[in-house]
């Protein structure tokens, strides 16, 4: 018997043919072996501008042109590589070291292959989509290498080689051909010319090899050792590695090891472990809490050594902890800053996990978790067993002056400690050269790894933002923190408005092609009512009165949708971007400012595209008719709300426009009125107003000003709603499936019981959340005769239980969950402010499509379109860009009346004594040693720590070392049970303040800065309890 | 009905007179050595070419051809599948909690698979997949795939419960095989030993993804397809750095022979037209035995004979066109010494009744006997590269 195998030697393509052989696991428990094809070409060009042979083989697009050649002819040289050279990273390099790559200083002309492409996406999706910008652009000329395509440059797996050897073996052989082939095409030209191929690893197998078969290859620091500003440029470095190689040796382990992902896998669908995002609390850092799906509360994560290593944010899977270790929420204010003061970066040997002081303040808690009432009830607790999905991001923080070393002078190398401004994140431990440089600066670090064996996560330098407090850090700090993508519009962007500029007008000759499909509006008396200073007016409106007594009201919105069309740079651009971010002093446009303050922008005089909706009305305000068009209009006037409420109020005017005005008020009345009776909440939240454009003379403070709400507020609300309203309605009904909606979901009640519980027992309230209707009435009883702010208070606290309003698609959820809870409207979307919201473009082109309106190219209803999985991605990405917005902009405000405060101080400097200024305050929650009081005059909330409550002994002391001096004698009375807390010194209990929840204080808000202690030249917002009854 | 009798019979019957029939059996039946028609001796093999993974897409796959023109082609492919769990197991499925207590599952419960399990499907041109052939040469190669159990204690490179204790992955989970047989050409032969040795090659061949998950845990697995394991374990030998050294299996599949006997001799690998005269056709289905090193009987089936189906030659005594041209002396009848009829020689007379228990003695031990026809089949599989 013999066996006889076919030969193919003898067939010449056999070469060209390889394939790919791998296992898949589907989602469904499936395992498949994949078998891919390959068909290799020799087409792939090598990219370099000195290649004489590629151009004319590369392969071509429908033109006949080429993609333009990336790499230069003259790439920048180093000392080591003085005829220039280009970079081969490996998949390592790139993992360790994407900042370095990412900086504008060096790093110019890499190969990255596709091989380290993938390798790189498998293992860091972030880093993945970095690296993918970084190609894209042309200024860094990274060229994406598709070597397994090529010939020359595919590397077949050999037996038992593992797949990192192989993948080395295929950058090793791509720089061989490179040099190679630069080396056979530039014959002709000078031989010197030829720039080096450089392979950048880490792995010291890689390197050895590279030396034996003569390919030059360097380690990352190496290579960046000889670059100029090695220095800065080291520290960008991925920590993990190298602390990883360190510490091996000492194996001493701080935190449990995470389970085996199959067993994370199994315990999931076992329903014993469960999956869902780390939330670390607001006001006590050991204590975080995990939503899952299957328990109505969150579970409480208690302490660091049951977060293990999960960080606020992260997708983690937990274990509910046995009984006898429940435990109720913290009732203590626990600031990371304070209790690990101490701790030594470079020191790692005499560290524990749970330090003397955090057991300590874990075991007051412990201690209420006997209490009676509902609160002090010990709730389950859980640990992490293992995370899904780190969502570590870069984080703005400061360097821990104590943590640096005593001489800070030397460009030596030490571990600092950066602590972030997020209080949510722990500190991270970074390595430096240049500790002494970066203290006082905000920095931008980022987290590579948090390992077993080490207390905090280990991450490195990035970039300084700037001086602490200056503007143009600290405004570039929150937008880093709320990833607010603020970089100008790229090109590609910029090229896509029309090149007509600001001389756009609209086509004077109606046959144009530009008014087909659109209504002729010019006539309507239209206006728009807006914020004082609004340039981006996405709205206008008009009434008027119908021969037969019924009104036509209409509601025209910017048609942004008619400029930025579907799937081009600046429609993508937007969509990442998701909407316009408002900071006080500065507007982080979601469009070129050319579109959004004028293309679109409804500007009065001059005539604009825009999309209508017109309704006939009952003069009840019953809706008989609503018809939705594209138009084109001329604005009357731009008002702002104080204008147009001047202008109603004013008997004199009579003309049209004001009363049509009128008409609008009157009919928005009705419409307010019926939105509350069908049971629309009435919620507030701690908004404030800033003016920024005052003179400096002034008080600064007198910037800051609570909203104000006129009736034309709610004119303009009440008609963007009825128009939302109806839209949705509309492109629901064309599309059942990938309507664009927003919903806002019934809060469970449980989110109420603390709540409920506070008012019942504080102020003998009953709060019905039984419906929305219920809420409202039973929010409007909520009120206290000598305490007028009382009501928002509680609107302030209710709002916080419930869930926030998102954006989805129609398919997503079932017709009964579309409800909008807050406006009580069965159906809901946006619609009228496509200038600043990606979602009300998404609206518009789908109410184009829905009205069979066809467009200039007769294209609009084919982009209506859109597929429910990319419909669920923007919903994702505009859900999460809106909440960041609000954010950024409340921490805009919060950190402008600091600087009001600081610059107030300052100038009252001359008295010599900072006195602050005192305020009404409320308190919202009261903790163990520290209230939280809200100040409504600054829209501002704070902690007040028992250092802070001044009694009578020492009215006097003001300075921020004087009263931590008082933190030691202080003494306090908590009672969790009516919500109380006694302060006093110790042993003189009968001079004490008592507040208690709701209680309206007097406070004396101040803006200090630390002059000693770990927060050096931090500056906060400091709020002192005034021993003033009132 | 001319399908049918295929269908029942072992092969086509082939287009033979009475007379060819008659010569061809007096030729086999020669005592001690039979002349066969392509000259082989009783024992020999007719060559064949084979090869091992030819479909990249299968877990495992061969390609065998005889040198009579007829192949196979054999794909194995292997699925995960939750183990249906009976009310014991679960509860002790229940005590084992989540995956902590997955150790204790390695021995007892976790070993015993089920049959069904592997499941194999023939495909011959000419006939449905619910014909009888197909589906009794199916269940023949089947059975003995999945009954044969090594008994004996776990070393390395052995399976505890034969391959359906191998597809055991935990008391949740098991693989299901799938082997698709199909047929290339005309069944011209009995397809028997041409499926079965593609079978056992395929399966040789045939490897699962590595398992990266632990006990009792829900089935995971490396995606690096170089890390998969061989269904079959190999062992290499003691001195792995001979390069080009084979490793070896400690346990193979079974493979299935088809015997005949003519008269005293018997016939290996038999071909169309000597199936055509067989007195008994018999598959013989052997594997290694794991413990004492020898091979091991698992199955005999018969079947039937086409040479009953043959029409009967007249003897000139009888025929009306030569009666008296030829002398009636010449043709008394003997009594064949293997049927116990009597027969007129030169004159085709279909079989009838059964074999002698000696005449299926000898062919177990032919098959069997140390040194016999069975090892060197082995032997000669073993020889085809595997991978």
Known sequence: MKSLRRDFSGDPSTANVTSKVFVRSTKSGKVQKIVRELYLRQDIPCSSRLCTICPSVAPTDANGNIVPFVLSEQPAGTTAFPRGHYIVPDTNALLNGMDLFEHTGAFYDVIILQTVLEELKNQSLPLYNRLLALIKTDEKRFYLFFNEFRLETHVRREQDESINDRNDRAVRTVAKWYMDHLRAVTKSKKEKSVPAIVVITDDKENLRKAKEENVTALSLENYVSGLEEADRLLDMINESREAREAKEARGELFYPEYYSMSKMMTGLRAGNLHQGVFNVSPYNYLEGQIKVAAFDKPLIIMGRHNSNRAISGDVVVVEVLPKDQWKSPSTKIVDEEVVTKNDNPEGEDNEAVVTERERRALQEEVRQAHGKNLEGRPQPTAKVVGVVKRNWRQYVGTVDSTSTGSQTSGRRQQNVFVLPMEKKVPKIRVRTRQAADLLGQRILVTIDAWNRDSRYPTGHFIRSLGELETKSAETEALLLEWDVQYKPFPKSVLDCLPSEGHDWRVPQSTDDIGWRGRRDLRDLLICSIDPPGCQDIDDALHARKLPNGNFEVGVHIADVSHFVKPNNAMDLEASVRGTTVYLVDKRIDMLPHLLGTDLCSLKPYVERYAFSVLWEMTPDAEVVSADFTKSVIRSREAFSYEQAQLRIDDPSKTDELTQSMRTLLHLSKILRQKRMDAGALNLASPEVRIEADNDEVGDPLADVKTKAMLATNSLVEEFMLHANITVAAKIYSTFPQTAMLRRHATPPPQNFEELINQLTKKRDMRLEVSSSGALADSLDRCTDAENPFFNTLVRILATRCMTSAEYFGAGAHAESEFRHYGLASPIYTHFTSPIRRYADLLVHRQLAAAINYEGEDGRATIEGSITRNRLEDICRNINYRHRNAQHAGRASIEYYVGQALKARSEKLAADGVDSGIEEDAYVMRVFENGVVVFVPRFGIEGVVRLEDFVLPSDEALRAVEERRELVTRRESDFDPEEYTLKVSDKGQQERSVCVELFQRVKVNVSSVKEETGRGVGKRRVRILILNKKK | ?387
């Open chain 2, 1 to 387: 009905m001319a399908a049918q009798r295929q269908a029942s019979s072992a092969s086509q019957t082939p287009h033979i007179s009475p007379a060819e029939l008659s010569y061809l059996y007096t030729s086999l039946s020669l005592p001690g050595t039979p002349i066969r028609p392509d000259g082989r001796s009783p024992t020999q093999f007719r060559p064949l070419s084979a090869e091992t993974d030819v479909l990249p897409g299968t877990n495992g796959s061969a390609r065998v051809g005889f040198a009579d023109g007829t192949q196979a082609i054999v794909g194995v492919k292997a699925e995960v599948e939750k183990t249906a769990l009976g009310v014991q197991a679960q509860q002790l499925e229940g005590a084992g909690g989540n995956g902590e207590a997955g150790a204790d599952g390695e021995g007892g419960v976790a070993t015993s698979g089920q049959g069904s399990w592997v499941q194999m499907a023939i495909e011959i041109p000419g006939f449905r997949d619910d014909d009888a052939l197909p589906v009794f040469l199916s269940e023949m190669m089947r059975e003995p795939l999945v009954e044969s159990v090594s008994s004996g204690v776990k070393d390395d490179g052995e399976m505890v419960g034969g391959l359906k204790g191998r597809l055991v992955i935990n008391r949740r989970w098991h693989w299901r095989l799938y082997i698709d047989v199909l047929l290339l050409s005309q069944p011209l032969s009995y397809p028997l030993p041409l499926l079965s040795l593609t079978t056992h090659l395929a399966l040789l061949a045939t490897k699962l993804p590595k398992l990266k998950s632990k006990g009792e845990e829900d089935p995971f697995f490396d995606d690096d397809w170089n890390a998969a394991e061989y269904l079959y374990p190999r062992i290499k030998p003691a001195k792995t750095n001979i390069p080009g050294s084979i490793s070896v299996h400690k346990v193979r599949p079974p493979v299935t022979l088809l015997v005949v006997s003519v008269a005293e001799n018997i016939i290996f690998d038999p071909s169309r037209e000597e199936i055509a005269v067989a007195d008994a056709v018999l598959a013989i289905s052997i594997a290694h035995d794991a413990d004492s090193g020898r091979l091991k009987l698992l199955s005999i089936r018969t079947i039937d004979p086409p040479s009953r189906l043959t029409q009967p030659g007249v003897p000139n005594s009888e025929n009306v066109a030569t009666v008296g041209s030829t002398a009636a002396a010449e043709e008394s009848a003997i009594v064949n010494p293997s049927t116990g009829e009597e027969e007129v020689p030169g004159v085709w007379k279909p079989r009838r009744g059964g074999v002698k228990r000696a005449t299926i003695a000898n062919m177990v031990k032919m098959v069997l006997e140390q040194g016999g026809v069975g090892e060197e089949v082995l032997e000669g599989l073993e020889g085809v590269e595997v991978g």
